[in-house]
């Protein structure tokens, strides 16, 4: 979830960096950290297929490829521009890594994944590592399982390189919460310019794949939380149909709308992660859905010409809220159209009817998902309640930037039996949904809706928070569909995302489509780490 205020002085957001970015917990380098071969990997924008062709080749270990993100995560995030993306490291990478390496030398590999570093949310459960949400109230939370998709992961030979910061409580805890910030990490910044927001709530994974700490990782996302880091900091994310990945070990918010997904900074490494990441997972209530619906490779929609004769709609319900948005959206539609498609303008008649109702039933859906995770994890804080009163009582670390209102309006909530909530569960699917989104699609023959992901970063602000000028992903996020985001250019350096969305289990076409663009556009610009926009 990410929750948008507005916009203050540029003067106040730095002078209060300075005290808050030392919040940061330290982050603890793995033992037998030798560096055998890593001086000579360079890592930064390294993708996924050069990486495989390299391990395959004998060129390159997984011991070498991790050693080398080890020390790229110690001279960019910690050190140098200080990005403060990953909030911990695991503990057990370099031995995960030699693992792995052993089996490629007996003739055993599990898959294109094999041996490739991986960072993940803190908010995933990973064994031997804390799982916090950013919390410091959950500073010793150390769950006993994988979550399910961490199993998957595993079994594909990833090593599980680290734990990226988020929002805290991934943007669920205040109306006014700061993007990026959360009390256990601190401060996470935007690669592009360090002084702009990061947007959340997986600002950790979104700054980290962008500045090479990782080629890939996961986030999660309940409305826009993969979608807009992944836009502003000049990455592709994909927000997939909710029950396509498990959320079983995943701190939550709403059961409706929670969903992890993959992130990196080409379509092809995010279509090889989720091929991973997709499965069903029976514990999961919306997990039977996917049966039947997950392809055998995600890649084999990936292709140049994948947007020729295809069709979608403009939602400028969405626009017309920045000059340089709109315009970046007209030059992405000139790309569509030069590729072979058909592009024409659509309105969704239900339009925002939906917000106060999604506010509300995630309140209901957080108090209640919240305390079954909190007491099958065995973490101290067993219930919202406690978590309340342990904020209170640990104001001062815990909440130095904003309150907690939206944990007290929680706890205020009844039982998901509540006829109110039912209502509203209901009424939000179906105005985004059946009356949205698909509805949409289905009368304009529309193969794919297409939006502003979001606008450039705006400057941190720890006084107003965050700055929305306007995005479309949100249709998507509340209709539990499918949305991607890919980056369609810059204002004065900083990444913007034209973002795809589609009807329920469309993540193939939706891949296609996100990679034909790419392609053609080739609209991604490493970062440069400037210190302020003008530098």
């Not at 106040?12 to 030798?34: D, H, K, Y």
């Not at 279509?271 to 490779?297: C, F, M, Q, R």
């Amino acid at each position: 979830m990410r929750h948008i205020a507005r916009l203050s002085t540029l003067v106040a957001a730095i002078a209060l960096l300075v005290g808050f970015e030392t919040m940061a917990a330290p982050i603890a380098r793995p033992m037998n950290a030798a560096r055998s071969d890593a001086a000579r990997v360079d890592v930064e924008e390294l993708s996924l297929a050069d990486a495989q062709a390299r391990l395959a080749s004998g060129d390159l270990s997984s011991h070498a490829l991790t050693q080398a993100y080890l020390d790229r995560i110690a001279t960019v995030d910690r050190a140098g521009p200080k990005l403060n993306a990953v909030i911990e490291l695991n503990p057990d990478a370099l031995s995960e890594a030699d693992a792995l390496d052993a089996e490629r030398k007996a003739g055993k590999i599990r898959g294109p994944l094999h041996g490739i570093p991986v960072l993940i949310k803190d908010n995933i459960d990973v064994v031997g590592m804390v799982n916090s949400a950013g919390s410091l109230a959950l500073a010793d939370n150390r769950p006993k399982h994988d979550a399910f998709l961490v199993q998957r992961m595993r079994a594909a030979g990833v090593v599980i390189l680290g734990k990226t910061n988020l929002s805290e409580w991934a943007n669920f805890r205040s109306t006014h919460a700061l993007s990026g910030w959360s009390s256990r990490g601190g401060q996470t910044r935007n690669p592009y310019v360090l002084d702009r927001d990061p947007c959340g709530s997986s600002a950790g994974t979104g700054a980290g794949i962008s500045a090479s700490l990782a080629m890939i990782g996961v986030g999660t996302e309940t409305d826009g939380s993969i979608i807009c880091p992944s836009s502003q900091n000049g990455i592709v994310g994909l927000k997939p149909t909710v029950g396509l990945i498990s959320r079983s070990g995943i701190i939550p918010i709403s059961i409706s709308q929670d969903t992890a997904g993959p992130m990196g900074r080409g379509v092809a490494d995010v279509a090889a992660l989720l091929n991973v990441l997709a499965g069903t997972d029976e514990s999961d209530p919306s997990g039977h859905a996917s049966a039947g619906h997950i392809p055998k490779d995600y890649t084999a929609y990936l292709k140049a010409d994948a947007l020729k004769g295809k069709r979608f709609g403009v939602l400028r319900q969405s626009m017309g809220n920045l000059p340089v948005v709109d315009a970046a959206v007209e030059r992405s539609i000139a790309t569509l159209k030069a590729a072979g498609a058909e592009v024409v303008d659509v309105k969704l008649d239900t339009w925002g009817k939906w917000d106060a109702v999604e506010l509300d039933l995630m309140l209901y859906e957080f108090k209640d998902g919240l305390n079954a995770y909190l007491k099958n994890s065995g973490a101290t804080q067993t219930s919202l309640a406690d978590l309340i009163s342990w904020d209170k009582q640990h104001a001062k670390e815990a909440m130095p930037l904003f309150d907690q209102e939206l944990f007290e309006q929680a706890q205020a909530k009844g039982p998901l039996t509540d006829a109110v909530y039912l209502r509203e569960r209901d009424d939000a699917r179906r105005m985004a949904g059946k009356e949205g989104l698909i509805h949409t699609l289905d009368a304009n023959h529309l193969d794919a809706i297409i939006a502003p992901a979001e606008g450039p970063a705006w400057p941190i602000d720890p006084v107003l928070g965050d700055h929305d000028i306007g995005s479309g992903y949100g249709v998507a996020a509340v209709a539990g569909t499918p949305s991607i985001t890919v980056p369609m250019g810059d204002a004065r350096g900083l990444p913007m995302g034209l973002v795809f969305m589609g009807s329920a289990w469309s993540e193939g076409p939706l891949l296609g489509y996100a990679y034909a663009f790419e392609q053609a556009t080739h609209a991604r610009r490493k970062p440069e780490y400037k210190s302020t926009i003008g530098e």
